[in-house]
């Protein structure tokens, strides 16, 4: 079955820098588009980033776009997502979702999350 | 960026009735309209995509209807499992999501 597995959470100051991991089984990995999606406390769903299945394109939300970056390692079946300049709205539960379809891509799978929180 | 609106934002409902939640999109997305289901320190979980399609393993009792801006969950007869939290995303530009109808017990 599909399993994606975050981790690389954690407490960080304003201002720096952490990455964060997904490790993906059950699924041949290097066939789908991957992406980033998070959760702020009691908030809803912001998309952040996506990975095409190669790695080769990338695109992210306004809210991230010059500051994190998203890559992924099809080799050892692993999604990243570094995130630089870490601000106090980044605080969030980070899920890494699956990517289906065809033409348009919605997520069918997603992690268990990992949170981050960005505070002094 | 195509804006989605759910409504109610909090829906009352007693276990075995119906629940109708309502998704509005800010301009066309076709078909192109998933709903997901989140649960208490869960993540979410699809149930709906291409707007009526249920996803593999979701029970009959859930539907969806809609196209263009308007979209409908409906859960024909709430068992208590399905109290949660449901979000609606296009996924026609981009990818947004709805702010949430939480499903609350009666």
């Known amino acids: 079955q599909v399993q994606l597995v975050e981790s690389g959470g954690g407490v960080v100051q304003p201002g720096r820098s952490l990455r964060v991991s997904c490790v993906a089984s059950?699924?041949?990995?290097?066939?789908?588009?991957m992406h980033w999606v998070r959760q702020a406390p009691g908030k809803g769903l912001e998309w952040v980033a996506v990975v095409s299945f190669d790695g080769s394109n990338k695109f992210y939300a306004d809210s991230v776009k010059g500051r994190f970056i998203i890559s992924r390692d099809n080799s050892k079946n692993t999604l990243f997502l570094q995130m630089n300049s870490l601000g106090t709205d980044d605080t969030a539960v980070y899920y890494c979702?699956?990517?289906?379809?065809?033409?348009?891509?919605?997520?069918?799978?997603w992690g268990q999350g990992t949170l981050v929180t960005v505070s002094a | 960026e195509i804006m989605m609106t759910q409504s109610p934002a909090t829906l009352s409902v007693s276990p075995g009735e119906r629940a109708t939640l309502s998704c509005r999109a800010s301009?066309?997305?076709?078909?192109?309209l998933a709903w997901y289901q989140q649960k208490p320190g869960q993540a979410p979980r699809l149930l709906i995509y291409a707007a009526s399609t249920r996803a593999t393993g979701v029970p009959a009792r859930f539907s969806g209807s809609g196209s263009g801006t308007e979209f409908t969950l409906t859960i024909s007869s709430l068992q208590s499992e399905d109290f949660a939290v449901y979000y609606c995303q296009q996924y026609n530009n981009w990818w947004t999501f709805g702010q949430g109808t939480k499903v609350e017990i009666k």
């Open positions: 301009q066309s997305v076709s078909s192109n």
């Open positions: 979702a699956r990517q289906v379809g065809s033409g348009v891509y919605y997520h069918d799978s």
């Open positions: 059950g699924f041949t990995f290097s066939g789908h588009g």
